[in-house]
């Protein structure tokens, strides 16, 4: 389990961070010395990982990064979005890419708990990457209400615009009680709104699991100091879930039908992540609020 708002950061988060850098996708200011130490720490396991199962974890850390960004792109571009909360996100550089691509227009708020967003302000800041409409806010994903509560947050928008919610490589941390709660309370708040979509990245759990995959697994979990939870098996129970949890409809991107993503479809480990779009189920109001 990663971190509640009493503990440290996580060293996943500080690695996603370097990774995004080293890979082109971020800006100098975001990559942390940390981030550089223990990537080199990691490097046995990405090793272990394509050694033993021919799983490149590049391939599919860039398969959901990029997957992310291009539906969240094009969503903004067609003028559906205008608006984004990213839960938990950490030291990614998509806040300050988004804004460096559509400029004023897009109001973008990055959450995480109390200790990141310190750190994530203090890096910004320092490398003069906030631009006007593109804030750093607390937020526990967990918490039904309250100052740190999505609720919260969400009385602080505009209810005009659409609005996308994501929580990118959050929620394979989470039991599934938890991993509900968090989708039940982002289909509430998305309803608000005119539009509303939300992006996560899925990993559908094979029916038999190899051993390499097994071994896989046991390695991660260690490194990050909790269980991995895999909540999926087919497309079928996530859009079942999905509706269950409040939301009207949901699609799995696979990466082969993403431009962004095409390149990492052939390549075992990239081939495994598919980006979950829902779209909200709009109240009545938010629809009347949008036509005034
Ligand atoms: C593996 S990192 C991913 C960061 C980022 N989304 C990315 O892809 O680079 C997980 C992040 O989840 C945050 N986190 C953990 N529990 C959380 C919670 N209950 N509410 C909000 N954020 C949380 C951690 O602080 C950490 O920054």
């Known amino acids: ?41 990691m490097e046995p396991l990405m090793l272990g990982t394509r050694l033993l199962g021919g799983i490149s974890l590049d391939a599919l850390l860039l398969a959901r990064h990029r997957g992310i960004d291009s539906v969240l792109g094009d969503a903004i571009e067609q003028g559906r979005i205008g608006q984004v909360i990213e839960i938990a996100a950490g030291l990614s550089p998509r806040g300050w890419a988004m804004k460096r691509r559509f400029g004023a227009g897009l109001r973008y708020i990055e959450t995480d708990l109390p200790h990141m967003v310190a750190l994530k302000q203090r890096l910004l800041d320092a490398g003069g990457l906030l631009t006007p409409g593109h804030s750093v806010v607390e937020l526990d994903a967990l918490a039904d209400g309250g100052p740190q509560s999505l609720a919260a947050l969400a009385k602080t928008l505009d209810p005009k615009l659409g609005t996308a919610i994501i929580t990118e490589g959050l929620m394979n941390y989470l039991d599934p009680e ?79 039908a993403l431009p962004e993503t095409k390149s990492y479809a052939g390549i075992r480990g990239g081939d495994g992540v598919s980006i979950l779009e829902a779209r909200a189920a709009v109240h009545p109001q938010a629809r009347r609020r949008k036509k005034t």
């Open 1 to 41: 389990m990663p971190p509640r708002s009493s503990e440290r950061i996580s060293p996943t988060a500080y690695a996603t961070g370097y990774f995004w850098y080293r890979h082109g996708l971020s800006h100098p200011a975001l990559a942390t010395p940390q981030g550089r130490r223990i990537s080199r720490l």
């Open 178 to 256: 938890s991993a509900l709660g968090v989708w039940r309370r982002i289909a509430g708040t998305l309803a608000k709104f005119p539009q509303g979509i939300y992006l996560n990245d899925v990993y559908l759990r094979p029916r038999r699991i190899n051993p390499a995959t097994l071994a896989f697994g046991a390695m991660l979990s260690t490194f990050v100091r909790g269980r991995m939870h895999f909540h999926f098996t087919s497309e079928t129970q996530v859009v079942e879930v999905m509706k269950r949890c409040g939301f009207a409809d949901a699609v799995l991107h696979q990466p082969g």
